[in-house]
């Protein structure tokens, strides 16, 4: 249910749907996020999936009320379309990350594990959500590793080099891109860190979470693990469009045109700018391969 350019209500709710337990919880998420929904052109779409979502869950809860079942799992998390999950031990600063690229405020503490069940926030980038839960420690009889086996993206989040082989043995059935994130904040010489992990060909960034500097390399960075491309759209004579249409790697303008429009034999002229096209407004095919940051222009008969 990832949106843009929503108020801190909306996210606050769309947050609080995620970690809700009961229908009960979910419906009354979804009433505020409806109340908190822009009233535009752009949003019709988003407002008329909430609405509809709304409906399905009310009669659902109305059939389950009825059959005197009960209303679901306390910590059920709804996967939204880009799920990474922050796996690590206990006091690597899991709840610091999360904190940092999300709009919740997890308890972080100095003592061993403080998280207890799966924490959820999204994370604002490039006009998109990315759905962010930090699971409990890996070495806790919290770990809940159902979670961690379907996320799309796993953030191994490390203090000690001789933490990442133990966090992996304990990933052999995760599905999911794996991104080291190095925690340096008891490192004295980050150079020869760097090194060694750069010898071992890990994928990794390094980050002292204290003193954090520019986020949006690492968001960069998390947003790329899930192999997803941004692609904008634009009509002739008009501005590309605000939102960019997220596709996967090696996508092609058919693939775009299938999104967008009901024929793509409808299309009577593509037009391309960015990093794929030779020049600006290149006139390409259907089959032209489509890269990170790409605008596409067509021209229908």
Same mark, same amino acid.
């Given at each position: 249910m990832a949106s843009t350019n929503q108020s801190p209500q909306y996210q @606050?709710?769309?947050?609080?749907? &995620? +970690?809700?337990?009961?229908?009960?919880?979910?419906?009354?998420?979804?009433?505020?996020?409806? !109340?908190?929904?822009? =009233?535009? @052109?752009?949003?019709? @779409?988003? &407002?008329?999936? &909430? =609405?509809? !979502?709304?409906k399905k869950l009310k009669?659902?809860?109305?059939?389950? =009320?009825?059959?005197?079942?009960?209303?679901?799992? @306390?910590?059920? +998390? !709804? =996967?939204?379309d880009m799920q990474a999950a922050i796996v690590g031990f206990t006091n690597t600063g899991k709840s610091s990350l999360l904190s940092l690229l999300t709009n919740v405020s997890p308890e972080i503490t100095p003592y061993d594990f403080t998280t207890k069940i799966p924490l959820v926030g999204m994370m604002p980038f490039s006009s998109m959500q990315i759905q962010m839960i930090e699971v409990p420690a890996i070495n806790s009889e919290y770990y809940d590793r159902g979670i961690v086996n379907t996320a799309d993206v796993i953030l191994v989040l490390v203090t000690d080099i001789s933490q990442i082989k133990e966090v992996m043995s304990q990933l052999d059935k995760a599905l999911g891109k794996k991104l080291i994130i190095f925690n340096t904040k008891n490192s004295t010489d980050n150079r020869k860190l760097e090194a060694t992990l750069k010898s071992k060909k890990y994928n990794f960034t390094m980050l002292n979470l204290k003193s954090p500097g520019n986020l949006e390399n690492l968001k960069e960075r998390i947003f790329h693990s899930f192999d997803k491309i941004r692609v904008f759209t634009k009509e002739p004579g008009s501005k590309k469009s605000e939102r960019a249409m997220i596709l996967e790697v090696k996508s092609t303008i058919k693939d775009i045109a299938k999104k967008i429009l009901k024929n793509p034999n409808m299309i009577k002229e593509t037009k391309i700018w960015g990093p794929s096209s030779k020049f600006a407004g290149q006139i390409v095919g259907l089959s032209h391969e489509l890269k990170d940051m790409d605008t596409v222009e067509f021209k229908t008969r």
């Open positions: @606050k709710a769309a947050s609080m749907f &995620l +970690i809700a337990g009961t229908d009960k919880e979910r419906l009354h998420c979804l009433e505020e996020m409806i !109340r908190e929904c822009p =009233k535009h @052109k752009s949003s019709e @779409k988003m &407002l008329a999936n &909430l =609405k509809t !979502r709304y009669e659902r809860s109305e059939r389950i =009320k009825k059959s005197g079942k009960s209303g679901g799992s @306390k910590h059920t +998390i !709804r =996967k939204e």
